[in-house]
């Protein structure tokens, strides 16, 4: 977390695991978005991302069956265990999400790289997208055999025919597909040393 001027920049920082969400960084990342809501001297928020992509989505790694609740829940399936699990993620996941699509200062995303699935959920709560050229975004989660849909903006975002293709053909769309849906603001280059610039200081 940093201010600049008046603008508050929250960074995903698990760069070797392209910024995969455990339930430290959700929990961080919602403490940051309050942090930069409280402060009277921020008037713009950006989320971005350390390393070469934005988010590769949830973490499922080994490493996450050392948290609640997937700790407890696999311990103790036959009692309650999947209601601990489905409560744990109908605040993390989807009460997130529309707590920060609902925050009341101005919020950017801005993109690089692969955004996978739980990435999406970071992204489509803000109010404008900057995309890096490279930028390509995808959910393929019916290929693993679920419907991960803890916040399903896919029509909202790209109407209900490029929604069910995404989904059931687990692909993807670029920066410039993107674009053109009007899921995103801007494209530009990836070296582009200012990002979100024009639309910060426009906000």
């Known amino acids: 977390y940093e201010t600049r001027e008046r603008v508050a920049i929250i960074t995903l920082n698990r760069p070797d695991q392209r910024n995969a969400q455990n339930p430290p960084l959700l929990q961080e990342l919602d403490q940051a978005f309050e942090r930069a809501t409280d402060d009277d001297e921020v008037r713009v928020i950006v989320l971005r991302a350390a390393g070469k992509h934005f988010s590769a989505g949830h973490d499922i790694s080994p490493e996450v069956l050392t948290y609640e609740p997937w700790k407890s829940m696999f311990a103790d399936v036959e009692r309650n265990g999947l209601l601990r699990m489905y ?117």
């Open 87 to 203: 409560n744990w993620e109908k605040k993390h996941f989807l009460g997130y999400a529309r707590k920060w699509r609902d925050l009341p200062k101005p919020t950017i995303a801005s993109v690089q790289g692969a955004c996978i699935a739980a990435g999406l959920m970071l992204v489509w709560p803000m109010d404008l997208i900057v995309a890096a050229d490279n930028a390509r975004f995808s959910d393929p989660v019916v290929r693993m055999g679920c419907g991960g849909v803890e916040y399903h903006g896919h029509t909202w975002e790209f109407g209900a025919r490029k929604a069910k293709e995404l989904l059931f053909t687990a692909g993807y769309i670029d920066a410039q597909e993107a674009h053109r849906l009007g899921m995103v603001n801007r494209v530009v280059p990836l070296d582009a040393k200012v990002t979100q610039r024009v639309l910060v200081e426009r906000v």
